[in-house]
C-alpha cells in the first residue's frame, strides 16, 4: 500500500514540475509563438509586417491583372499618401499616450475620453480623408472590368470578415 501511494505521490509530483516548467517557459518566450500563423488564421492583420503588406499588394495587382502604368500610378498613390500621414503621426502618438493612461486608470472616466476624442478629431478626419482620397484615386485608376472584379472581391472580403466575428 505505501508503495502504491509513493508511486502516485510521486508521479503526482514530477506531473506537476513538468506542467510549471512547461508554464514558465511560455510565459518567458521560451516556446516559440507563432503569430504570422494566429493573424492568418484570425483575421487580425494589425501584425503583418511591411513585406506582408507589400504582399497584399502584389496579390491584388494580380488578381485585377493591373497593367505596370497602373502598378507604378498605384506605389505613387501609396507613397503620397504614406507622407501625408507621417505628418500626422506625432500628434497622433500623443493621443494613444493619453488614451492608454485614461485606459489604465481604475475607473473609467467618459468625459475624459471623450473630451480627448474631440480634441484630436480634426486629425482623425484627416486621416480618414487621405484614406478616403487615395482610395477614390486608386479607383479611378482601374478600368470598368477591374472596378466590378475589385468590388466583387470586397463583398466577398466583407462575408469573411462578417463570418470570422
Do not use: P
Request: aromatic letters at 4%; proline letters at 0%; glycine letters at 4%.
Amino acid at each position: 500500500m505505501k508503495s502504491k501511494r509513493s508511486v502516485l505521490l510521486t508521479s503526482a509530483l514530477l506531473t506537476l514540475s513538468l506542467a510549471s516548467t512547461a508554464a514558465l517557459a511560455i510565459n518567458n518566450g521560451d516556446v516559440v509563438n507563432n503569430d504570422r500563423h494566429d493573424a492568418k488564421h484570425t483575421g487580425n492583420h494589425q501584425h503583418k509586417s511591411k513585406r506582408g503588406m507589400k504582399g497584399d499588394f502584389k496579390r491584388m495587382a494580380k488578381y485585377l491583372a493591373l497593367t505596370d502604368e497602373q502598378r507604378e500610378q498605384a506605389k505613387a498613390l501609396n507613397k503620397t499618401a504614406k507622407t501625408s500621414r507621417s505628418a500626422l503621426k506625432e500628434s497622433m502618438q500623443g493621443f494613444h499616450q493619453q488614451r492608454k493612461a485614461l485606459l489604465k486608470e481604475e475607473h473609467f472616466n467618459e468625459q475624459a475620453f471623450i473630451d480627448l476624442q474631440s480634441q484630436y478629431q480634426d486629425i482623425i478626419a484627416q486621416k480618414a480623408l487621405i484614406k478616403a482620397k487615395k482610395e477614390h484615386s486608386f479607383m479611378m485608376i482601374l478600368t470598368e472590368g477591374q472596378k466590378e472584379k475589385m468590388q466583387s472581391h470586397q463583398k466577398h472580403d466583407g462575408r469573411r470578415k462578417h463570418l470570422a466575428e
